[in-house]
């Protein structure tokens, strides 16, 4: 409800100059959405020494102690983006990143799965899902990534 509407402007941009197909224009907006409600405050996937796999929303962990949090900002990016200098709790900044992570991936999906250069955006679909997800022996090439459902709604209602 309390979005910076600039900031998102400046996301949309972000995404048109990294050459994001026009049709998957807004694909961040949505992962945003999605993984934080565009909350930069947002802190997720609680850390607890002893602890497999805990991914609920928690402040204190079984043993008491307090939860330390892996995943924050607007995407949830894990501590592993600041080696690149990024500030993960300042949206623009997590966005530009993110949507280079994920332009990254393009040409690796594009021969891992045989996909054609034409098809622009089932390549960088492909791509999003292999930047979002963890690592993976074989390729993601049939997967969509979490953030779809909601970003071919809002695909739907933006269309005139």
Known sequence: ?????????DILMAERSA????RLRGMTLAAACHES???PEAAGDCKCSGVRGLHQRTVTCPD?????WRARGILQQWPWVERYGVDRADPLEAATFWIGHLASR??????????????????????WVTAVRAPSKRPRCRERPRHWRRFIEWRETWSP
Do not use: E, F, Y
């Open 19 to 22: 050459g994001v197909p026009v």
């Open 64 to 68: 008491g102690k307090p939860c330390k």
């Open 106 to 127: 393009v040409d690796q999906v594009a021969v891992a799965c045989d996909i054609p250069a034409g098809d622009v955006d089932r390549l960088w679909r492909t791509a």
């Open 37 to 39: 409600g565009m909350s």
């Open 1 to 9: 409800a309390n979005v910076d509407r600039q900031t998102m402007r």
